[in-house]
């Protein structure tokens, strides 16, 4: 918002602290004003505060506490802060602006503020003129001379025509917008034409998304990222890209449920065929795809809810030998503790909603590879939409910045809970990569550099007894999802396959006495002493 001339109208603020005021360089020449000193009945007028030219305040208020934000100089620079608003009344015209204010503005101010009533908590501010401290870019006669009116200004006043660019914040802008101008007809054809680079629409693009993208793609050593709505956004419109009607791909057995309904189910309608193979097994790869043109090897490693591991460097070599692309989702693994492509995978999948964004707070997905192949991608991207909002990715931005602090925990407290929960009577199986039980440990070692923060299990039991260990536990909340801050504990045959009868939910391993537990960023002793507690009400 660019204002050419602002007044602030008298306000009342509650003094609950000393009202002070801190200097600031004064650049129009004015001598500053005397700080106020603020008497029994806290009156404050206005020749204290403000310089009465058209230059700079030299001063700016330090507000009580309740107020949400202290004006800063870069606040009052940008009217788009939330404080200015609060306290800025601005005196717009339909013609040329005058940077004094007029006589009757001044009685009326004048007036207002008598009529306040005055107590010794209430400080009122009078008549305060500030013509340039909330004015960015050039002047209000030079952008928006054209309106004529007090609608028109607060339509395009700031923004036609271009507006300040903030560009030594700290943290990422957040570009809430659905689409993009063009300052002329030959900047669009330029940039139709790839001589100027833009954004156009908002479902093909947006600057605070691009930030989360690159910062995947430096993360994973990737040409290009795509970040989307969803970790199944993610997998469904990678699948329907890549794999052509009436194809055929290879899947492996423990994988996400929603995945397997996608492949099972709505595939099929598109005549693609999958074969699904243990993770383990490379001799039921091969088979596949010497019998099938297969074009897409893609698996979870680790996978859902078993921590399965896929050897990602034979297998790459295997597919391509064969020229089939190889997709690893590396949600349980972190672009930490795992590097597919590096490992010779062609894409790397992630639900950014787990680990990434690790907060939960945010649904994201996101695919890194190739720029060739992640553009096949976008470009159906651009057409099914499921686009991430700016908001989201910049929780993403933000979640990022402690991703390896928080991985580090989490590898940590659940590397020494699957040992404890392993030599524990009352625990029947332990299913996690980091220990020598597992059947891929070997594998886990050489391409993981952390085991991950989910552990899954069997208690010593039946439905119920699980169930009674779930609801002794304090710490964790029972809920889907994992790789946030705070700890998370479901009961599989109840959260995922609840509609399945027993037997059916056999078929996928999921027993009625199955756990997982996605350990937060909590202290390691008491989420020790939470899981024992609650597995001595079951002994």
Known sequence: ????????????????????????????????????????????TASLFCTGGGGLSSLIFRFPPNFVRQLSVKARRNCSNIGVAQVVSASWSNGPTSVYPSSAAAAASQAAAASVPVSDDVAVVEGCIDNDSVQIGDSYDSKTSFLSSDGSITVHAGERLGRGIVTDAITTPVVNTSAYFFKKTQELIDFKEKRHTSFEYGRYGNPTTVVA????????????????????????????????AGGHIVTTTDCYRKTRIFIETILPKMGILATVIDPADVDGLESALNKNKVSLFFTESPTNPFLRCVDIEKVSKLCHSKGTLVCIDGTFATPLNQKALVLGADLVLHSATKFIGGHNDVLAGCISGSEKLVTEIRTLHHILGGTLNPNAAYLIIRGMKTLHLRVQQQNSTALRMAEVLEAHPRVKCVYYPGLPSHPEHEIAKRQMTGFGGVVSFEVDGDLMTTIKFVDALKIPYI?????????????????????LSQAERSKYGILDNLIRFSFGVEDFEDLKADILQALETIA
Request: aromatic share 8%.
């Open 1 to 44: 918002m660019a204002v050419s001339s602002c007044s602030f109208l008298p306000r009342v603020f509650n003094a609950y602290s000393s009202f002070e005021c801190r200097s600031d360089p004064d650049f129009s020449g004015t001598q500053t004003g005397e700080k106020p000193r603020i008497g029994s009945n806290r009156r404050v």
């Open 213 to 244: 993208e690159e910062k995947i793609s430096a993360l994973e050593g990737a040409e290009s990222t795509l970040i989307m709505a969803s970790g199944m956004c993610a997998s469904t419109v990678m699948l329907m890209a890549l794999v052509p």
């Open 479 to 499: 809920a889907p999802s994992f790789g946030g801050c705070e700890s998370i504990v479901d009961q599989p045959a109840i959260m995922s396959y609840w509609d």
